[in-house]
């Protein structure tokens, strides 16, 4: 019998009907977004609010400056904190050291206002001082010879002239030995409003003429500076038709005379009707605004 042909070996061959076996994919690599270093920006923002706050103490009297500083520095401070940045140490020294000055702000405006009070009371009884000094014997003129000294003002006596024991408080005079009115030489202060040169003119005007602007009033005037200091000076003719000269000198200062009344002036007076009377005066006149 023979045998039947064994047929050629086939592959299985896929069913149609099947679904095709998915091939594997890579998978997509993972993509890393890099998140902002913001340490770097807060730790500056807890510097900045330290600092300030170091610098609200520190300069603590300087209103416009302290008070912004701490208050900028408290702000910081909760910035940082409230948005948990770094720097949280030193966000917190600033908040307290803002939050200090802006506490003790109040009593260091006490302690400088307390302080003020004693000194404007410490220079008031300076000057009460002064006005009892000018109102006992203390304020009486006196005289080494050489020069004159008062509570008011101090001068040097002309050669060949004397201190006039009349004097008395801030009105001297000197004189030659034996002299008159005539060589008497008269250093005064003066209080009320001096003015300007036409006031001090139109005041001894008023009471030359009294009234009557027939009758001779001042004759000459003059507006000049010596050793840095204004001077007026004003002459007239008594009665017997001598010259007879007055150096105002306008003066700020916070002494008294006898009677209490603010000093504004020093007048030198004396005839000055030749030349060598009138450089007398001016020499005393001199030392009145230098020494």
Known sequence: MNEAPVPPYQPDQPDATSAPTSVPQPAAPTVVTP???TSQGSSTL?????ILGIASLVLGLIIFISVP???VAIILGIVVLTKHRPGKGKALAGIITGGTMLLVLPFLFAVVIVAYNGINERAQVVATEQQHMLNNSDATPTSDGHSVSTACFTYTIPEGYEFDDASKNCTTSVNIP?????TRIVVKANTGDIGSLQDVVASYNKTLQAG?????GVIDQEEFSTHGTRVYYVSYKDANGLLFGNYIIPTQTTLNDENGKPITAYTVAGYTYNAELKAIVRGVLDSVITE
Request: hydrophobic fraction near 40%; avoid cysteine.
């Open 35 to 37: 998140v902002p270093n």
């Open 46 to 50: 807890s510097t900045w609010s330290l």
């Open 69 to 71: 500083a701490a208050i």
């Open 178 to 182: 034996n002299g008159d009115t005539l």
């Open 212 to 216: 009557d602007v027939t009758k001779p």
